[in-house]
């Protein structure tokens, strides 16, 4: 199970983190990513850190901006993000998987998802 937090309403420029935890099972052998899901819009990938080299992936909207994290210890995954803009405001969801490269900002290549945690950015 993965439980995200870390959400909220807050300010444009504002920065806010968030943090996925991972319970019942340990997810130390699969990559992690963060997707999010704006009203009426489809779910879209933010960021990824895959497991092996601990390479991390982001869209080209947060690039620059957010920043993904793993603490394999803990077995979470944050999300740190910065300069937030209403455009960033969405649900969104923690996820696990082993997507090949090319399928890391694909949703279907993640087979656990978190609850989601809403974030709202006002201008």
């Known amino acids: 199970q993965l439980q995200a937090s870390g959400g909220g309403l807050v300010q444009a420029g504002d920065s806010l983190r968030l943090s996925c935890a991972a319970s019942g099972r340990a997810f130390s052998n699969y990559d992690m990513a963060w997707f999010r899901q704006a009203p009426g819009r489809e779910r879209e990938f933010v960021a990824a850190?895959?497991?092996?080299?601990?390479?991390?992936f982001y869209a080209d909207s947060v690039k620059g901006r957010f920043t993904i994290s793993r603490d394999n210890a803990k077995d979470t995954l944050d999300l740190q993000m910065n300069s937030l803009k209403p455009e960033d405001t969405a649900l969104y969801y923690c996820?696990?998987?082993?997507?090949?490269?090319?399928?890391?900002?694909?949703?279907?290549?993640?087979?656990?998802w978190g609850q989601g945690t809403q974030v709202t950015v006002s201008s």
């Open positions: 850190f895959r497991r092996i080299g601990r390479i991390t």
């Open positions: 996820a696990v998987g082993r997507p090949i490269t090319s399928s890391v900002r694909d949703a279907t290549s993640y087979y656990y």
